[in-house]
């Protein structure tokens, strides 16, 4: 009943086109091979590189008083925020390879409260040598703190989560 040549056949007012049956077995994996195939291809995916952390649980809005102060990572950097927009760091993280490991720096620095927009939560610029390295403010168990992540061109990262002292 089926053409074996290719020919269309007219069933009712409808046309078919019929393939020959060689024409089914070529270059058409099957649906386990697919999804086999996308499995392998996650795997790959997520054993070469790591996706970076999502932001942290955003914190209400933190007013200039509240940065001021004294923020201790949990990496061994501390940064203190004075009035008037200075601030001083010490041994804070300001580059990540992951051939060559973490850059530190210390020494005067400048800061600025940045404000939240839709899909990034409020953080904090600090300022040294005419670049910007920015935290983001969350929540952890109720207590703010500040998120640094540095990410080399290889995407591997590097965090550090600030606390105030």
Known sequence: MTHRDGRLRETGAVRLAIFPPERHDV????????VAGAAVLVSLTAACGRIPPAYPDPAPAVTEAEVIGVWKGDCGATFTV???GAAEITDFPVEYDRDSGVQKASGPAQWRLLKATKNIPQQ???VRDQKAHTLSF???E???FLQLLLVDPADFSYDCDFRRV
């Open 124 to 126: 904090l610029d600090l």
């Open 27 to 34: 270059n058409f994996p099957s649906l386990r091979a697919r």
């Open 82 to 84: 004075e009035e008037g």
């Open 142 to 144: 109720g207590r703010m």
């Open 138 to 140: 969350g929540l952890q």
